[in-house]
């Protein structure tokens, strides 16, 4: 049974960080992309950073510089360190997993076949 579950999430003040965690299991973590989706209220989701089977790293320009993305293999677990948080970072945030082992560039949703349950993220100015 795939599950993917994310954790971290809270509220803090600008300027602050959080890190996200991904805990997955039942289907091979080592071998596929992986990313992190976000979605504001009224707004659509949206892939903030992914991490490909070679370790590789693409992010969204908004969060450059700002998030990093990692994962662990062995503990088939995925995270999102975010630093410097602004209050336009503030949406659900949820890990997926993709359906190959690249990471398209632009990360559409349909590109990723299992997603967690998501966690809030709230920055307050």
């Known amino acids: 049974q795939v599950q993917l579950l994310e954790s971290g999430g809270g509220s803090v003040q600008a300027g602050g960080s959080l890190r996200l965690s991904c805990q997955t299991s039942?289907?091979?973590?080592?071998?596929?992309?992986m990313g992190w989706f976000r979605q504001a209220p009224g707004k659509e989701r949206e892939g903030v950073a992914s991490?490909?089977?070679?370790?590789?790293?693409r992010y969204v320009d908004t969060v450059k510089g700002r998030f990093t993305i990692s994962k662990d293999n062995a503990k088939t677990t995925l995270y999102l360190q975010m630093n410097s948080l602004k209050p336009e970072d503030t949406a659900m945030y949820y890990c997926?997993?993709?359906?190959?082992?690249?990471?398209?560039?632009?990360?559409?949703?349909?590109?990723?076949?299992?997603w967690g349950q998501g966690t809030q993220v709230t920055v307050s100015s």
């Open positions: 039942g289907f091979p973590f080592s071998s596929l992309c």
């Open positions: 997926a997993a993709a359906r190959s082992s690249w990471c398209v560039a632009s990360m559409p949703s349909y590109g990723y076949a299992d």
């Open positions: 991490i490909a089977r070679d370790g590789s790293t």
